[in-house]
Nanobody, 124 residues
Framework: QVDLVESGGGLVQPGGSLRLSCVASGRILRIDDMGWYRQAPGKERDLVATTTRNGITNYADSVKGRFTISRDIAENTVSLQMDSLKPEDTAVYYC??????????????????WGQGTQVTVSS
C-alpha cells in the first residue's frame, strides 16, 4: 500500500500565493518522476509541473515563471510554490508519482500513483 497525500490548497485572491505539498508513504523503494497535474470543472486533467530524480523540471507554458516545483528525494515529498495566481489556475490539483515499491508478497511492483486531490480556488 502506497499513499500520496496532498496539502496546502485553499482560497486565494488573484495575485496571491499558495504552496502545495505532497508526501508519499508506504513500502517505497524508489520514486522516479514526481509532479502535479490539475483538473478544472469540465476539463481534462493536465500537467502542471514535473521533476525527475535528477532535478530536471518541466512546466506547462501557462505556469512558467509563476510556479516552482521542488522535491526532497529522501523524504519522498514534492512541493509546488504557486505565485501570481490567476482565476484560471482554479482547479483540483493532483500529486503524481512513478513508484517502485514492495508488494504484498514482497515482489517488486512499478506503478503510477495519484493523490486524492486538493482544491485551489483563485477568486476575489
Amino acid at each position: 500500500q502506497v499513499d500520496l497525500v496532498e496539502s496546502g490548497g485553499g482560497l486565494v485572491q488573484p495575485g496571491g500565493s499558495l504552496r502545495l505539498s505532497c508526501v508519499a508513504s508506504g513500502r517505497i523503494l524508489r520514486i522516479d518522476d514526481m509532479g502535479w497535474y490539475r483538473q478544472a470543472p469540465g476539463k481534462e486533467r493536465d500537467l502542471v509541473a514535473t521533476t525527475t530524480r535528477n532535478g530536471i523540471t518541466n512546466y506547462a507554458d501557462s505556469v512558467k515563471g509563476r510556479f516552482t516545483i521542488s522535491r526532497d528525494i529522501a523524504e519522498n515529498t514534492v512541493s509546488l510554490q504557486m505565485d501570481s495566481l490567476k482565476p484560471e489556475d482554479t482547479a483540483v490539483y493532483y500529486c503524481h508519482a512513478n513508484i517502485l515499491a514492495i508488494g504484498p508478497t514482497d515482489e517488486y511492483i512499478a506503478f503510477k500513483s495519484w493523490g486524492q486531490g486538493t482544491q485551489v480556488t483563485v477568486s476575489s
